[in-house]
């Protein structure tokens, strides 16, 4: 993903990320945060995710990131 977004995208894309934070998740038995899983970034708006992130997380990050990159 390689991509630029505008400031309210963006900051609309970081509180989804942030919500989706606030339930932890189950990873080789410990419960952690989400973005401990995965590293985002914005310039240009990508993201990279740990070896152990679980597929189910990886789906709705995605999905978020695309809710706000996919060309109009």
């Known amino acids: 993903m390689d991509h630029?977004?505008?400031k309210h995208a963006l900051d609309q894309l970081q509180e989804e990320l942030l919500q989706l934070d606030s339930t932890l998740i189950d990873i080789e038995g410990r419960q952690l945060r989400p973005s401990q899983c995965y590293r985002f970034e914005t310039d240009p708006v990508h993201?990279?995710?740990n070896t152990n992130c679980p597929e189910s997380l990886k789906t709705k990050v995605e999905a978020i990131l695309t809710k706000?990159?996919?060309p109009a």
């Open 4 to 6: 630029q977004l505008s």
């Open 47 to 49: 993201v990279m995710f």
């Open 68 to 70: 706000y990159t996919r």
